[in-house]
Nanobody, 122 residues
């Protein structure tokens, strides 16, 4: 239905910023609610942020609220995650995901990207 490819990960010092991108192919991204989720070593995959099909509504995990911003550009079939004031606890593989509804659980998303590594040093 849709292929998702993340980019923009890397290594950054605490307090720095990164902007993750997710590009879709195979089907227009406007058909899906989109989310960003992450998985740190030895931990379960967790919800980070979600955005509705139109971009009118956004949702954030308490741990990133006020620091991260999710956005989408349906004309470009793209979703973004702006990450500011990064902390070492943000270190994880970040995944772009698509689903039938914006949700705060990984199980709700049916399509996933390959993930991009974000490492925040002390």
């Amino acid at each position: 239905q849709v292929q998702l490819v993340e980019s923009g990960g890397g290594l950054v010092q605490a307090g720095g910023s990164l902007r993750l991108s997710c590009a879709a192919s195979g089907r227009t991204l406007s058909s899906y609610h989109m989310g960003w989720l992450r998985q740190a070593p030895g931990k379960e995959r967790e919800f980070v942020a979600a955005i509705s099909r139109s971009g009118n509504k956004t949702y954030y995990a308490d741990s990133v609220k006020g620091r991260f911003t999710i956005s989408r550009d349906n004309a470009k079939n793209s979703v973004f995650l702006q990450m500011n004031s990064l902390k070492p606890v943000d270190t994880a593989v970040y995944y772009c995901a698509a689903g039938a509804a914006a949700a705060t659980t990984p199980q709700a998303y049916g399509y996933w990207g390959q993930g991009t590594q974000v490492t925040v040093s002390s």
